[in-house]
């Protein structure tokens, strides 16, 4: 009946047909109008006897906003046609209520938008510095408001501690408030204009696709409007922001980042943000408390606070080293006087002492970056030895040489460096400071007047051993400080903090091994602008994606080695200028992973680096089948190619020994082996032996498959051939229905699904021979990978091998992504199927990125072939071919890799079957050992690539690499090296569940 009401009453007065549904709204009341042209309209009847003040400034408000940013999207008031904003209409009972119409904006409300990228919250910030813009010359009189909510007013909570009775909460609330007091005589001389003030996730719309970005699409409500300065606009809306986020520092750079670029904030004001954050929080949960006490048996209040507290108790942020960050994030002086000192030792460049006691314009840099170095070995582990050794390479008879500022390395590989609980979590990889290499007890001499803050030895392994820091003082006053670590200890006597070093004078030696901390000896030589949340615990290397922050408080110090800036600073290849330069030269269907594609430029095991040492999970790249740069390939193709590398016209005892390797793997009946240089020549070449040995041409073959790029290899790939502006389907070839039992013709509980898959196959045959073309064999996958890593249902492929032998052909198993142990439970694809083929292709793993294939056949077909005609591949078993391709199978062999195959296979199985009972949009997980499919689907069931192509992207986000195959891109592949271990396959579980969830809010 209300809805009726007021629905006449949108028709009578605004001429609005619209079918009306209620909101929530704890007084007043408020519809959402679905008008007849399908646009949306919010009608608001206030309560009666509502203030219209208050309802005439939000309505005055808007209009305002309007008429000074029309881009911003905030709610227009929908006038009535006789030019009414306001109306005052009677409700059912007669009672009169203030009535205004808004129109709807898309999205839903922020709180329930995920993900909440930096983006997105940046461009919070920008709407809301927008508004602040735009309101800035709005007047009304209703905006000197007495209410609790206004910030500047927040003092009243002091009076209320008491009710916060766990004493360790009341000491934060304490703390909190004890701090604002001191900022109020300073929020006092701030200007006031008209704010938001209540810009809570709740009063933020997003809107956007799953694959679209998510963007702000609405800053509505503005029924808590007050004068007060702008920044506490900005601390309300942070107060929120920050609530449960993983990473609240970034969060809040991003959200004063996009502010300050649509409203410029001044630092002071940037300094203010996260007293008045906390404060904010503070008000929240006093008032909460307080209305607990009042209601209580309404528990809504009380777990409203919850995640306010999560936030006040677990908080590890610095308020010093923050306000640097949002500072910098902002492009503003990190610190007060920042630019004073820069220009100060900038001018002073070539009058400092020197730090070596010899001038270092032309000492060698030698760099230890991601991509120029391969220091060390293994980046998740640095032996002693090692680090003793770094930079050896660049060691010239005791020459001071010098390591790169601002450069990302892979040596710091202590967890200490590692930002999360993952080997692919974010790690710290970018050199804060200059390094100079010398010998051990080389003396430094102070570069300028320095009073000892830190004298002290630290003992832990890579840790500084020595370490020295000195305060400066500029002549205008500023303080900045400076950081010599790796040191020989022998200053421990000397120097205490509050000494003072003259210019010049000699202070410190460097340290030996044994003395600092395990590194070859040189000093770690770095500038800090302040010491305000860095202490003396200085990071010497930061995260690349915060070199924002930490390029702005300790840049390059250079000059104070009177050096230019540009020899010391390191610039890593820009993936940018690769991508030009690919897009400029290579074919446009040379196809690239990611939207933003990755750059990875090192390895090892299961993961990839990109160029600033960023670390990926390789869940996805079954080529370097025992994992990326293993020390025992990378031997055994040095030992080779220093000796040398021929071709099959010499004897070697190399390419015999292969061989011998390769046939002790399959049964007996495979007695000769061919080597050529990938899959694709090793498939080109089973047709020829399969047309040899039968004398007929046709070929049966599943669809969707994927045996190689050349022109025979393409014939037989439906996946190639099918696809718009592919060639299309050759006569020689008939295609048969994939025996998929879950999306297929025939399902899970057919039991006589493997023999009516098998039977398509007859009709195939027939097709063949009346075409005249009669039957050279038939190829598979022996499990489809790009067609959906697809598992047949046993006795598949014996059924078919059967009808294809006895129609004269030979059975070609391409095992190329199923072979040499991946299954886990056994070494080939065939073996499970108990089928037993004539010909097996082998290709990519066996040569864990060298390019090399093999084809194994029995001794009839391999006569067949040997008609006269020699059979020679350059570079299809040359010397150093055969020495991976042995060297590989004996690592599977040695490192246990097929049984670790099996077990990390059942785990993420495991956790891949519990996500399929979460998550309505896991159709099937399939696979085995390490060749797993996840196929994501519909509402309806169908196949669901646009959510597929989302995971895959988001995976990336969240460092992990894995791909996605299926005739519609909607299976999730997951074919990691086979040295995956439980705490990378847990990651890939834990991460998806998170990214699911995800999907499922959207
Ligand atoms: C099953 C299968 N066969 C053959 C090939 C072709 O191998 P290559 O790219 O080494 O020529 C591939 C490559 O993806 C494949 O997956």
Redesign the pocket.
Known sequence: MTLAHWAKALREHWGIEAELTRLDGEYDLNFLAKGQDGQGYILKAMRPGCDEWLVDMQVKAFEHIAERQPALPCPRVIASPSGQSLLTLPDESGQYRLVWLLNQLPGRCYAKAEPKSNALIQEVGRVLGGAAKALADFRHEGLERDFKWDLMRAGWVTEKLSCITPPERLAILDDISTEFAKLEPVLAKLPKQAIHNDANDYNIMVAGELNAPRHVSGLIDLGDMCAAPRVCDLAIAAAYIVLDHPAPETALASLVAGYHEACPLTAAEVDMVWPLLRMRLAVSVVNSTLMAAENPDDPYVTVSQAPAWRFLEGNTLHGGLLNARLRAASGLPVVDGADRIMAWIEQERGNFASLMGEDLAEAPMGSLSVEQSTWPQNPFHMPLEEAAQVGAEFEDRGQIWLGYYHEPRLIYTDAAFRKGPWKASNRRTVHLAVDAFARAGTAMFAPLRGEVVVAEYRSGHLDYGGVIILRHETPEGDSFFTLYGHLDPEFLDRLKPGDIVKKGEEFCRLGDPSQNGGWAPHVHFQLALTTDGIETDWPGVGDPDEMYLWRALCPNPAALLNLPNEKVHYKPTSKDSVLAGRRAHFGGNLSLTYSDPVMLVRGWKHHLFDEWGRPYLDAYNNVPHVGHAHPRIQAVAADQLKRMNSNTRYLHPAQTAFAGKVLSKLPDHFEVCFFVN????A?ELALRLARAHTGAKGMVTPDHG????TTG?ISISAYKFNKPGGIGQADWVELIEVADDYRGSFRRDDPDRAQKYAGFVDAAIDRLQEKGHGVAGFIA?TFP??GGQIIPPKGYLPAVYEKIRNAGGVCIA?E??TGLGRLGDCYFGFEHQDALPDIV?L??PIGNGHPL?VLVTTKAIAESFDNGIEFFSTFGGSTLSCRIGKEVLDIVDEEGLQENARIQGEQLIEGLKALEQKYACVGDVRGLGLFLGLELINPDGSQATEICSYVKNRMRDHRILIGSEGPKDNILKIRPPLTIDSDDTDMIVKTLDSILQEVEAA
């Open positions: 990938s899959g694709t020549e498939n994927y045996h190689g790029n290899a996958e990978s790009v391409d190329v992504q292709v290709g990519k294939g």
